[in-house]
């Protein structure tokens, strides 16, 4: 199956639920064609520059800073972009600027939801979360759209897959999760809990390590994890928004 055939038509589904109080968003039409003559292409990877248009997955990249420089998820798109790069120099069989460009993009599709999730303190509806899980897909459209490769596509629509089958959205398996994407799976995990976040505290390092381990080999990659738990022993990589 194609990648086009897994994008489903998401767009006219996420508007339907949208939590009390919350905002209504900006459209991707719109925001979009308004940030595209504002975005330096000399600051974003060197993987932009290779898209089949540059402008337009420069403007995606704008909108995903934008978001991290909000409170809910203050810089984590930034600090997984650099990991995943990290990473992937590491284990050599991804580009490391690819692997960059996907960790920054990673969430852009939070950004075309109605609501944003990151400023909910609560426990999501199962409603709710349904429509935050169409985040993946929803940045994996705009990324085609905006001419990404297939690889930049398929790792941004990906990022959720775990191994053992219980990821989204297509509940992949194995290899059938793509090497790109487990690398940003495990690198998303990695900071999300090793983070604050509205709903919850950061955890300590020690605890944010043992649960990687304890996921390492089952829903996530044990390679990748191993690299993790490498590049971050270094120090030499940012971890923590206490500094961002």
């Known amino acids: 199956m194609g990648i086009r055939s897994r994008l489903s038509p998401v767009f006219e589904l996420v508007p339907v639920v949208r939590p009390i109080g919350t905002p209504e968003r900006h459209t991707l039409s719109g925001t979009h064609r308004s940030l595209r003559v504002r975005v330096p292409l000399t600051s974003l990877p060197t993987a932009v520059s290779r ?36 990473v992937a120099a590491q284990m050599g069989h991804v580009d490391p600027e690819t692997a960059y460009l996907v960790g920054l993009l990673h969430d852009v599709g939070k950004t075309l939801l109605p609501w944003d999730p990151a400023t909910i303190s609560r426990r999501l509806t199962s409603a709710e979360t349904s429509v935050v899980r169409s985040h993946s897909e929803l940045g994996a459209r705009a990324a085609e759209q905006a001419g990404a490769s297939r690889e930049v596509i398929q790792g941004i629509l990906f990022h959720h897959e775990r191994l053992d089958g219980t990821g ?59 690299s993790v738990l490498d590049v971050t022993d270094s120090g030499l990589i940012q971890t923590s928004q206490e500094h961002s």
């Open 51 to 86: 898209s089949t248009d540059a402008d337009g997955i420069a403007s995606l990249a704008r909108l995903a800073i934008r978001r991290d420089a909000g409170k809910g998820e203050r810089g984590h798109s930034g600090r997984v972009a650099s990991l995943s790069r990290a």
């Open 168 to 226: 989204y959205p297509g509940g992949f398996r194995g290899r059938a999760v793509p090497a790109l994407s487990r690398i940003v799976a495990v690198v998303d995990v990695y900071d999300a809990l090793a983070n604050a976040r509205s709903y919850k505290v950061a955890w300590p390092i020690g605890r944010v390590h043992a649960y990687i381990r304890w996921q390492s080999g089952n829903s996530l990659s044990s390679q990748v994890v191993a």
